[in-house]
């Protein structure tokens, strides 16, 4: 069925007709006259969950019949006449004429002659010599595997493991961003995207990764290749379309190609010698390379794929969202009668109308969220503890767990909030910082905050409220959480 949804959603972000044809697999005929049909009827983009793809085919076209012109006719034998056409004196009203009688023969309707060589011609169109397609800054991501791994020892056994390179290229500047893997399984894919987008310090409107399963579900056709719904969901949060290569084509990422080969020399090669005990100091060394790769001049054309990054490139990236893009696992569960799910050996309450139901359920490091028929019934943080804790137990210990933490940490201003903090244009805060640092991503990173300014400048203030939300996300900002680091987080809040 066609992606109506799909569609919208892209329209509603700018993207051209081509592209959305692209990336929804349909042609650019019918990606206008979608768009077309839903402003005549006053149909935009956000739309609601129950409106699918099957509700908008019945709003947009009720009267749309199915197409049988060519159902019941015999097609052409396509490769046959290629290699016919290659023989002095045949022509294709000779084949055509041939083909007539073998129709006839065979009780089957043929195709008129100027239907019989629209087949032909797109046959040949795709056996066509490619030329250079020039590209829009910023515009367009393509991402790949690395064909050589890298290598870490492991420091215990002493056995070699392979690290697998992912590679992601910005298709106008070449700027290249690189990352070892232990896998290149789904989280290692999504994660390498996320960091991706981070290092480019924005986002490319399109992503063009390889037909890998990681990105696609195979169907074994170029035009029916859906987007696996992880990976959907990540281009979603980021505001991008996914157009992937096709099968055995590796010109429809020619620059991920080239600078794959580029990385396994200039980087995976040129640590062949070194020898590394974890995937943290691989992908250090890994991150000096790639700053001496992006940084060396071009051999044909002035400057350096650094230089044209910045000066070109940079500026035209969409800017990223306020908190990155969580992976999630999707899990099936079945309501029991007391109103309860199981994941994980963690207990979450559901309404009683749904028991016995089957449910789908969306499980990130945060949170659970549960849907019945595309439609979210319940949502919870994500429990930890003794299996069979439930969730209205679970937040009363965290909520008397948050209360001594704050006690304890003597806080100055233990009412601060960053929600209240003043973004007025005197003050030049950066409200998108803010709001990332409140998420706490520092401090799993091991990175540390230093908060400076004049006198009077509101630095407390803010310390003591980014010191709350520590608390407040102590789960995933400080796993165990001692007297010695809640004793740090006091020090820093009465910094000045």
């Known amino acids: 069925m066609t992606k109506y949804r ?48 099957e509700v908008l085919a019945g709003i947009l076209f009720p009267a749309k019949g199915r197409r049988s012109d060519t159902a019941n006719r015999g097609l052409p034998d396509l490769n046959h006449i290629r290699k016919e056409l290659l023989r002095n004196g045949v022509s294709k009203k000779l084949l055509w004429t041939e083909y007539m009688e073998d129709c006839r023969l065979n009780g089957e309707e043929a195709l008129m002659y100027s239907q019989f060589c629209y087949h032909i011609q797109q046959d040949e169109q795709k056996r066509r010599a490619t030329m250079h397609i020039n590209r829009k800054p910023g515009e367009q991501v393509e991402v790949d595997w690395a064909g050589d791994p890298a290598y870490i020892t492991d420091p215990d056994t002493g056995e070699i493991i392979k690290a697998y390179i992912f590679v992601g290229v910005m298709t106008y500047s070449q700027y290249t961003y690189a990352e070892a893997f232990i896998n290149e399984k789904q989280q290692a894919w999504i994660t390498a995207h996320v960091h991706m987008y981070e290092y480019f310090d924005g986002v490319a409107k399109i992503v063009v990764p390889d037909n890998c399963k990681t990105a696609v579900v195979h169907s074994g056709d170029w035009y029916d290749q859906r987007v696996n719904s992880v990976y959907h969901e990540m281009s979603a949060h980021y505001g991008a379309a996914i157009i992937p290569a096709r099968v055995r084509k590796p010109k429809d990422k020619p620059n991920a190609e080239g600078n794959v080969s580029h990385v ?39 400057g350096s794929r650094l230089s044209l990054f910045l000066e070109e490139e940079k500026p035209l990236l969409a800017p990223l969202p306020a908190t990155r893009y969580e992976l999630a696992d999707w899990k099936q569960a079945t309501v029991q009668f007391n109103y309860h799910i199981s994941i994980d050996g963690m207990l979450y309450s559901v309404p009683y109308e749904y028991i016995k139901r089957k449910v789908d359920v969306r499980v990130t490091d945060k949170s659970i969220e549960i849907f019945y028929n595309h439609t979210r019934i319940a949502s919870h943080p994500r429990l930890y503890g003794r299996k069979g804790l439930v969730d209205i137990e679970y937040s009363s210990r965290k909520n008397n767990r948050l209360r001594r933490l704050i006690r304890n940490a003597e806080f100055d201003q233990p009412e601060a909030s960053v929600m209240d903090i003043d973004y007025t244009s005197g003050r030049k805060l950066n409200k998108s910082l803010i709001q990332r640092l409140a998420t706490c991503e520092y401090i799993t990173e091991h990175r540390n905050l230093f908060i400076t300014g004049a006198t009077g400048s509101g630095k407390s203030y803010m310390a003591c409220a980014l010191g709350m939300c520590v608390f407040r996300n102590i789960r995933t900002a400080i796993p165990e959480t001692s007297g010695h680091e809640t004793g740090s987080i006091r020090t820093l809040c009465r910094l000045n």
């Open 6 to 53: 799909e569609i919208l959603r892209l329209h509603s972000l700018g993207f051209s007709q081509q592209n959305i044809a692209y990336s929804c697999s349909v042609s650019k005929k019918t990606v206008n006259r979608v768009i077309q049909k839903a402003n005549e009827i006053a149909i935009s983009w956000p739309l609601d969950d129950n409106q699918t793809d």
């Open 264 to 302: 396994s020399t200039w980087i995976t090669a040129a640590l062949r010698n070194e020898q590394f005990f974890s995937l943290a100091e691989l992908n250090a060394a890994i991150r000096e390379k790639l700053k001496k790769f992006n940084a060396n001049l071009f051999q044909k054309k002035e």
